[in-house]
């Protein structure tokens, strides 16, 4: 997985976000501030816009780099840093390699986790974007001890993500702008675990290519 590929999974997400930007902006009405959706769609349109700009000997650490940069630049309210955080975290893990495996994205996405974890403060169970994200990364994991390729282990995180999403419907939330609701929080998806799942699903719509 190269450069090309990292910069493919940007613009898958990008896709996936602005055509599920109405749906993130009614989930974080419910909950929040009603902006998820545009924010994120902002903010991934500017990532996939400062592609082009970059060298073309870049390597993919560089490209989450780049990315999480113009999210943070683009992006409104929490998600900016959070997203924007994560790739970054994520890039910094790959290093200089030009070229990344399987196991090397593995560890560039627990690091996204860990970033996030580190900044946001939240855990399993907190009704944040952790709840997706958390299962989709030790699925990954999981299926990578298993031998799977890039594609088996994407299509891993991508559907432990949806499940954690989903799962936070029941959950009253304890982190973010959603935790002043109280019990009022109960019964709706988190926006961030929704938006999460759509990153982790354009990563393996990318990774299907490399079987």
Same mark, same amino acid.
């Given at each position: 997985m190269d450069a090309a590929f990292f910069a493919g999974w940007l613009r898958r997400a990008a896709e996936l976000i602005e055509a599920d930007s109405e749906r993130l902006t009614r989930l974080d009405a419910a909950i929040g501030d009603g902006d998820h959706g545009l924010n994120l769609? %902002?903010?991934?349109?500017?990532?996939?816009?400062?592609?082009?700009?970059l060298p073309d000997d870049t390597v993919p650490g560089k490209v989450l780099i780049a990315a999480g940069r113009a999210i943070v630049s683009k992006t409104g309210g929490?998600?900016?840093?959070?997203?924007?955080?994560?790739?970054?975290?994520?890039?910094?893990?790959?290093?200089?390699?030009?070229?990344?495996?399987?196991?090397?994205?593995?560890?560039?996405? %627990?690091?996204?986790?860990?970033?996030?974890?580190?900044?946001?403060?939240?855990?399993?169970?907190?009704?944040t974007m952790v709840d997706a994200l958390a299962p989709a990364v030790d699925a990954y994991e999981q299926a990578l001890r298993r031998h799977g390729d890039p594609a088996a282990?994407?299509?891993?995180?991508?559907?432990?993500?949806?499940?954690?999403?989903?799962?936070?419907?029941?959950?009253?939330?304890?982190?973010?702008?959603?935790?002043?609701l109280g019990t009022r929080?109960?019964?709706?998806?988190?926006?961030?675990?929704?938006?999460?799942?759509?990153?982790?699903?354009?990563?393996?719509?990318?990774?299907?290519?490399? %079987?």
């Open positions: 769609n %902002r903010g991934f349109s500017a990532a996939v816009a400062a592609l082009p700009a929490a998600s900016g840093p959070l997203y924007g955080g994560a790739l970054r975290a994520a890039g910094k893990a790959l290093g200089d390699a030009p070229d990344v495996d399987e196991a090397a994205l593995g560890a560039a996405l %627990r690091a996204a986790l860990d970033g996030i974890q580190g900044l946001g403060q939240a855990a399993m169970g907190d009704k282990c994407a299509e891993a995180a991508a559907e432990a993500a949806a499940h954690g999403a989903v799962a936070t419907v029941p959950l009253q939330a304890r982190k973010g702008r959603a935790s002043y929080s109960i019964g709706h998806e988190d926006p961030g675990a929704a938006s999460t799942v759509l990153l982790m699903r354009a990563l393996a719509d990318a990774a299907a290519g490399t %079987r």
